[in-house]
């Protein structure tokens, strides 16, 4: 079985391959994390502070709207990234949760 860090390789890898030394630059910036299944990582109203790379599992990304009803936007799962990226590009509070829906692992970046 892969691990995390050769899935984020082997996905970048099919996007632009890199150099071995951009490689170990990109591969030092990630931190493994795991979750449990129904955790919410963001909250809304809070600033979205990692890029997550999931590894395994599958979360959403959901809001509640004006009359309390929660509409789901985006699920994300293995490999692909997630998080609530127009939070953490911005550095603006999150209008989204996002939420393990499994138990998820994934490699993490700040």
Same mark, same amino acid.
């Given at each position: 079985?892969?691990?995390?860090?050769?899935?984020?390789?082997?996905?970048?890898?099919?996007?632009?391959?890199?150099? +071995?030394?951009? %490689? &170990? #630059?990109?591969?030092?910036?990630?931190?493994?994390? @795991?979750?449990?299944?129904?955790?919410?990582?963001? $909250?809304?109203?809070?600033?979205?502070?990692?890029?997550?790379?999931?590894?395994?599992?599958?979360?959403?990304?959901?809001?509640?709207? +004006?009359?309390? %009803? &929660? #509409?789901?936007?985006?699920?994300?799962?293995?490999? @692909?990234?997630?998080?609530?990226?127009?939070?953490? $590009?911005?550095?603006?509070?999150?209008?989204?949760?996002?939420?393990?829906?499994?138990?998820?692992?994934?490699?993490?970046?700040?």
């Amino acid at each position: 079985m892969k691990t995390a860090l050769d899935q984020l390789r082997a996905l970048i890898g099919q996007i632009h391959p890199l150099p +071995e030394v951009d %490689r &170990e #630059a990109l591969a030092s910036i990630w931190s493994p994390f @795991s979750a449990r299944r129904k955790e919410v990582l963001t $909250l809304a109203g809070e600033r979205e502070k990692y890029l997550y790379f999931v590894a395994e599992g599958v979360q959403r990304v959901y809001y509640f709207d +004006e009359f309390g %009803r &929660e #509409a789901t936007i985006v699920f994300t799962y293995a490999p @692909s990234f997630g998080g609530v990226l127009d939070s953490l $590009l911005l550095q603006e509070p999150s209008r989204y949760y996002f939420e393990t829906l499994t138990r998820s692992e994934f490699l993490r970046a700040s």
